[in-house]
């Protein structure tokens, strides 16, 4: 079943776990949240589950072991991203496919976490590093698709302050 979630509480979730990112110079981690959920979700109104069709049986990643055991207990499940974020159930290691599609404290979670452990690994230092890790799997990819998105994900992290201005 699709999810959605008001775009306020995407937005207080935003604020309220940004304080858990990894800190990088001139990066506002809330407005960094906002930009990657307006891209992969359109602020919540899109949240999956999403399935990826590269990490089901036959795919390209369903061989790697984690994700081979993902198939084996959640079936094509395993093989979704989740939430506002669209966090991987792979990059999401003690979540479940329920807890990541019905729990915005789960997903945000889970979200934050995946975001450090890749901020640490590549010393990630400017939104367009972190859009090409977050939708290619790592610094330097430079596909099409890729520089559009990062293209977009900056245009949205520079609109961020609006939208969490217009909660209040």
């Not at 906002?34 to 990826?52: F, Q, T």
């Not at 198939?71 to 979704?80: F, T, V």
């Not at 807890?99 to 975001?115: D, G, H, K, S, W």
Request: proline share 7%.
């Amino acid at each position: 079943m699709a999810v959605t979630w008001p775009r306020v509480a995407v937005l207080l979730a935003c604020q309220e776990y940004a304080p858990l990112i990894i800190p990088i110079a001139g990066i506002d981690p809330a407005w960094l949240l906002v930009a990657i959920a307006k891209n992969e979700s359109s602020l919540g109104d899109d949240c999956g589950p999403r399935h990826e069709s590269a990490w089901d049986v036959g795919g390209t990643y369903a061989a790697d072991p984690v994700q081979a055991g993902l198939l084996r207990l959640y079936g094509s499940a395993a093989a979704c991203s989740y939430g506002p974020w669209q966090i991987m159930l792979y990059n999401a290691p003690g979540y479940t496919p329920d807890e990541l599609n019905a729990q915005l404290p789960m997903v945000a979670r889970a979200t934050i976490a995946f975001l450090n452990k890749q901020i640490a690994r590549w010393s990630l230092a400017s939104i367009e590093a972190i859009g090409q890790v977050w939708n290619g799997g790592h610094p330097g990819v430079s596909s099409p698709v890729v520089i559009a998105y990062c293209k977009e994900l900056q245009e949205n992290y520079d609109a961020a302050s609006g939208w969490l201005g217009g909660m209040k």
